[in-house]
Structures are given as C-alpha cells and as structure tokens.
C-alpha cells in the first residue's frame, strides 16, 4: 500500500503548489512515462529520483513514503514551540 500513498502524495504536494506532475517528474530527471510505469508496476522511483522529487516539491523523502514530517519540518517546529508554551503555562499555573 505504500507506494499508493507515495503517489496520492506527491499529487497532492503538487497540486498545492500549482505544479503539473510533469514538470515535477522531468524536474527529477524522469519522464512521465517513466513515472507512470514506475507507478503502474507498483514500484517507487529509485532513491535519488525520490529525493529529486521531494526536493521539487519542498519536502522529504520521507514524508513521500511514510508521510511522516521530519522533526525539523516547519509544522514540526511549530507544534513543539506550541507544547513549550503549553508545558511553561502548565508549570506556571501548577496544572497536572
């Protein structure tokens, strides 16, 4: 199943930022037809096509293929800047 999710994200990641999967694809080095067989035959794209992907499309290769968001991601940081706050407020008031 995880090369589905692959795919549905880098369509999503590229839809959000106005960008055909072409030119995503031929930015990474691939041609479309390549892409579409890689994923027709349920492949994923060879690691450095991966990360060429990612790349263009502002993320990870991870988040491509776990969509899991690195620790260092900019929502990442946020949410642990929002706990800070949270734990310093927790503290401060003597909350359990």
């Given amino acids: 199943m995880g090369y589905i ?3 549905e994200r880098v369509k999503s990641l ?9 030119y995503v694809v031929t930015q990474a080095g691939l041609s479309l ?5 890689y994923r027709r035959r349920e492949n994923l794209p060879r690691a450095d096509e991966a990360q060429k992907i990612a790349q263009t499309l502002g993320t990870t290769v991870e988040y491509l293929t776990t969509g899991k968001e690195p620790d260092n991601s900019p929502n990442s940081l946020l949410l642990k ?3 800070a706050v949270i734990d310093q407020y927790r503290n401060s008031q003597k909350l359990p």
Wanted: no cysteine; hydrophobic share 35%.
């Fill in 5 to 7: 999710d692959f795919y």
């Fill in 14 to 22: 590229a839809k959000i930022n106005n960008l055909t999967i072409e």
């Fill in 33 to 37: 037809g390549a892409y579409n067989s």
């Fill in 81 to 83: 800047d929002m706990q």
